[in-house]
Nanobody
Framework: QVQLVESGGGLVQAGGSLSVSCAAS????????VGWFRQAPGKEREFVAG????????YYADSVKGRFTISRDNAKNTVYLQMSSLKPEDTAVYYC????????????????WGQGTQVTVSS
């Protein structure tokens, strides 16, 4: 069982920046591909960004491309999501997920999920 814990969420003004992290209590975390998803109230969970286990390949939803950057530090068993030029529509609970399969926008491809961290972007 891989335990994932998100942190770093908070309140930020539109146009600002915020970074969230996902820490794993697993020494083999480097073997897992990781994705970030988000869910706003009343809306479906959506894919935000993903990163291959090596960190060499990344994927982004069109809505965040050019604004968000996903990265990982396997030595720290941590994946990061750097968010800039934030918009009110980015407001959501952000979840990290890990899996041994494909990286992409399908939640079923991931086996483990964190509890989420709230990101609120004010107008």
């Amino acid at each position: 069982q891989v335990q994932l814990v998100e942190s770093g969420g908070g309140l930020v003004q539109a146009g600002g920046s915020l970074s969230v992290s996902c820490a794993a209590s697993e020494r083999t975390f480097s073997s897992y591909n990781v994705g970030w998803f988000r869910q706003a109230p009343g809306k479906e969970r959506e894919f935000v960004a993903g990163i291959w286990r090596s960190g060499g390949s990344t994927y982004y939803a069109d809505s965040v491309k050019g604004r968000f950057t996903i990265s990982r530090d396997n030595a720290k068993n941590t994946v990061y999501l750097q968010m800039s030029s934030l918009k009110p529509e980015d407001t959501a609970v952000y979840y990290c997920a890990a899996g041994m399969g494909l990286v992409g926008d399908r939640a079923s491809w991931y086996d483990y999920w964190g509890q989420g961290t709230q990101v609120t972007v004010s107008s």
